[in-house]
């Protein structure tokens, strides 16, 4: 394990320390777990975006897409918890 330096406003050195101690755990700890989740989420958002940018390449590529009523029936479906067919593919170039 490496040792970092991190520099920290007061006030936010002070939050962190608070918040680390109603939860029972020591600031460094607080601190670990903060950077991880961070790190967690820029991961997950930079998985989203590339998995976004592989599927509009797709439908480029395919020339076919979904209606929007189409998914929102779905979805709504889905939601109310009841059974719906997947919408079907349609082409969308002219």
């Known amino acids: ?24 755990i020591s600031p460094h700890a607080f601190m670990v777990q903060a950077i991880e989740q961070a790190a967690a989420q820029a991961e997950q958002r930079a998985a989203f975006v590339a998995e976004a940018l592989a599927a509009r390449e797709q439908v480029l590529a395919s020339g076919e897409g979904y209606e929007a009523s189409d998914v929102h029936a779905w979805l709504q479906a889905r939601v109310a918890d009841r059974q719906a067919e997947k919408p079907q593919a349609k082409p969308w170039r002219g």
């Open 1 to 24: 394990m490496t040792t970092t330096s991190l520099k920290l406003p007061d006030a936010l050195k002070q939050r962190a320390a608070e918040a680390a101690q109603r939860q029972g």
